[in-house]
Structures are given as C-alpha cells and as structure tokens.
C-alpha cells in the first residue's frame, strides 16, 4: 500500500520559515517527481514546487527565492524549506507523487498518482 504523510506544518508570524517532510512507504519515490500543492479554504489546490527524479526544479512564482524543495531518503522522499513565510502562504499543504509526468505537466495536480493527507500552514500577526 502506497502511503505519503506529510509533516512539520505549524503556526508562525510573518518573516519566518517551517521545513515541511513527506514521509513515503509502499514505493521506491526516487524514480518518481515528486511535489508540493497548497489549498486555501475556498480555493483550488495549487502547484508550490516540483522536484524531478533527477534533482530538477520548479516552482510557481509567488515563492521563488523563498522555498525550496529537495529530494530525501528512500523514508522521507521529498521535503519543503519555507523561508520569509507571508500571510498568503496559510494553507493546507500537500506532498505528492508521480510515476510517469513530463516537464510541462509538473503543475497539474491531477498528473499525480499518490497525495498525503495535508499538514496545515498558517502565517500570521
């Protein structure tokens, strides 16, 4: 069974930074892309950061020199370094797996296979 769980979200004011992990089992994700989707209340689940399975990355815009995603262990595949955090980055965040994606498609949350269950990202004064 393919289990992702992620991890380290919490509560932090304006300016400061949380390492978020992904924990995997079921799965070698070295051989997959893995990334990070946020979901506000009210709104879509959008891309944050991709890594491919060659160290490869993207990101969306809105946090480009602020996060940054690196691959792990065959334990913890993926993980989210937030630094700056600003109040719009308050969402549910969301690791994920995909076997089989090309390079335009790392954006589109419906190209991947496996999701965790979210860890919760508030920023705030």
């Known amino acids: 069974q393919v289990q992702l769980s992620e991890s380290g979200g919490g509560a932090v004011r304006p300016g400061g930074s949380l390492r978020l992990s992904c924990a995997g089992s079921?799965?070698?994700?070295?051989?997959?892309?893995m990334a990070w989707f946020r979901q506000a209340p009210g709104k879509d689940r959008d891309f944050v950061a991709a890594?491919?399975?060659?160290?490869?990355?993207y990101y969306t815009d809105s946090v480009k020199g602020r996060f940054t995603i690196s691959r792990g262990n065959a334990k913890n595949p993926v993980y989210l370094q937030m630094n700056g955090l600003k109040l719009e980055d308050t969402a549910v965040y969301y690791c994920?797996?995909?076997?089989?994606?090309?390079?335009?498609?790392?954006?589109?949350?419906?190209?991947?296979?496996?999701w965790g269950q979210g860890t919760q990202v508030t920023v705030s004064s």
């Open positions: 079921g799965r070698n994700f070295n051989n997959y892309a």
């Open positions: 994920a797996a995909a076997e089989m994606i090309v390079e335009y498609k790392f954006a589109r949350p419906e190209e991947y296979d496996h």
């Open positions: 890594i491919s399975w060659n160290g490869d990355t």
